[in-house]
């Protein structure tokens, strides 16, 4: 257990955040946050009943007019406070996401800037939701086309980024005009809950933010959907979950945006860097101990260096030091609980089964705490379940090829569409490749491409819409056309 900076209600809010108060319950229901390093609770937190679910509706909705009607300028220095606030505080913040979600503080401290980056973009874009004029092709009126404030935007974000999924929403949405309630991950909800006193500080009017942590994720969110006051959805998950949303979504016609899972492939081929693309890779794999809707999920070497690249990869992911995310020295941290490290192992196992090779790691190490080593595998049979499914662990699956255009289908062979990564020496292929690969981003010779500047988001079943750049704030207006005569 890391005593010293284990959160306590005096420390972190652990209470439900509805209408700018501080809040139990309904029903007095509460429930554990866990310490994936140790497996030890480290805190309880209020868990929101439908009921909880409705007056944070009531209160998004009270909030609306005003925060919609306030000057975009004053909108934007709010977001430019709340990005001011949690750069001062990134290191409690990011010793917060360690605590209850496991990764590195390194990690940790990168997610909290990125989070509040978020906030600092759209404090920008606020300013800039220009509409358009232009005369009607027959000449007889003008088409003006404003964008206003869709609404009460209901935000439902997954434990992997605590920090930077909620300020990718909240960032946007605040930007627009729009009230939001927020419905953090179960694994993580005290990041949400700290942000929500953060941005209280910043001067977030009451019922502006509201956020619900709850066990009863389907239940809670469910009856949100069902409420007409509700006009968005941002999602950030599972596909799966993600499915059941859209479902949800549509009787009162929601308008959804869904960032979902990915499968993304890594493609090196025989004129690449290897020193960047083992750099690269570590990146794409690595960060977040591999828990990331981003990671690189299959790797595509060609044949002529394979070797050269596994070889390399292995001693990198051998210099791995594995343990609490807080300890001196740790790169590599737990996963966030039991069933992501059991589902991890189990894939490794059948794809060795079926004929893969174990370079290094692949086995659950003995003692407490979710871990699992950084693994790498080669000769994955084409066809396991290792490369169609996430792995959302520290494993590297590698898998040969000849041809560009073979590695080009192999890549687009997932009903995942969210990121790839190339590496090749040559820009006319780099540009070809990255223009056939079926995914809403592309790595070309980089091994990250996050940025709060930048559209993010998937095609195919990935998701639908864009966060951050200006496509972002746009997922939180409704175009309106007035047709003119003057
Ligand atoms: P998840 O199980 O889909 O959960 C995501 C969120 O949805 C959590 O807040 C969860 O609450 C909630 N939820 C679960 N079931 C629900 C239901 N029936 N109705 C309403 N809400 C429900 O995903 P996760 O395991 O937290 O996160 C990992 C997934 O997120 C991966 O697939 C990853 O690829 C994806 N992801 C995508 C992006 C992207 O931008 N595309 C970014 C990060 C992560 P509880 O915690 O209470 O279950
Ligand atoms: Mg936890």
Request: some cysteine; glycine content about 20%; proline content about 10%.
């Given at each position: 257990m890391i005593a010293t900076s284990a959160p306590t209600s005096a420390s972190v809010p652990t209470e439900l955040y509805i209408g700018g108060q501080w809040l139990p319950a309904s029903d007095g229901s509460v429930m554990t946050v866990v310490d994936p390093s140790t497996g030890d609770e480290i805190a309880s937190v209020a868990s929101a009943s439908e009921d909880d679910a409705v007056a944070a509706v009531d209160a998004a909705s009270a909030a609306l007019p005003a925060w919609a009607a306030t000057p975009p300028r004053e909108r934007g220095e709010v977001l430019r406070r709340a990005f001011d606030l949690m750069t001062q505080r990134a290191d409690d913040l990011a010793r917060l996401i360690v605590l209850e979600n496991g990764k590195t503080l390194t990690d940790a401290r990168g997610e909290i800037a990125y989070a509040a980056e978020f906030f600092r973009w759209f404090s920008e874009e606020a300013v800039r939701i220009n509409g358009t004029v232009q005369t009607a092709p027959s000449g007889a009126n003008r088409i003006l086309v404003v964008h206003q404030p869709i609404g009460v935007s209901v935000l439902v974000t997954p434990w992997n980024f605590p920090a930077a999924m909620a300020t990718r929403k909240i960032g946007p949405a605040l930007a627009a005009g729009c009230t939001v309630v927020l419905k953090p991950a179960s694994e993580t909800p005290l990041t949400a809950l700290a942000l929500a006193g953060l941005l209280c500080e910043a001067g977030?009017?009451?019922?502006v933010v509201n956020v619900l942590p709850s066990r009863r994720s389907g239940a809670v969110v469910g009856r949100m959907l069902t409420d007409r006051r509700v006009r968005k959805l941002s999602f950030t998950g599972s596909t799966e979950v993600g499915r059941t949303l859209l479902a949800a979504a549509a009787p009162a016609v929601i308008s959804c945006s869904m960032e979902l899972g990915g499968n993304a492939p890594f493609l090196v081929f025989e004129d690449a860097d290897l020193d960047a693309a083992v750099e690269g890779a570590m990146i794409a794999k690595m960060r977040n101990g591999g828990e990331?809707?981003?990671?690189?999920n299959r790797f595509y070497v060609h044949a002529s260096v394979a070797a050269e690249f596994g070889e390399r990869l292995v001693t990198a992911m051998s210099r791995l030091r594995m343990g609490s995310?807080?300890?001196?020295?740790?790169?590599l941290g737990p996963l966030v609980n039991a069933e992501a490290r059991d589902k991890v192992a189990s894939l490794v196992d059948a794809a060795v089964a079926e004929g893969a090779r174990v370079l290094v790691g692949g086995a659950v190490p003995a003692g407490a705490g979710f871990f699992y080593p950084a693994t790498v595998l080669s000769d994955v049979a084409p066809g396991s379940a290792i490369l169609a499914q996430?792995?959302?662990?520290?494993v590297a699956p590698l898998v040969t090829f000849t041809e560009e255009a073979e590695a080009v289908a192999l890549a687009n062979d997932s009903e995942y569409g969210l990121v790839s990564y190339v590496y090749t020496r040559d820009l006319a292929r780099a540009l070809r490749v990255g223009e056939a690969l079926e995914s809403g981003m592309v790595g070309v010779n980089r091994g990250i491409v996050s940025d709060p500047a930048a559209p993010f988001g998937g095609v195919k079943q990935s998701g639908l819409g864009r966060e951050g750049g200006h496509d972002g704030i746009l997922e939180y207006t409704e175009s309106k056309y007035l047709a003119v005569t003057w």
């Open positions: 977030v009017p009451d019922g990331a809707c981003t990671a690189a995310g807080l300890a001196d020295g740790v790169t996430e792995i959302f662990g520290p």
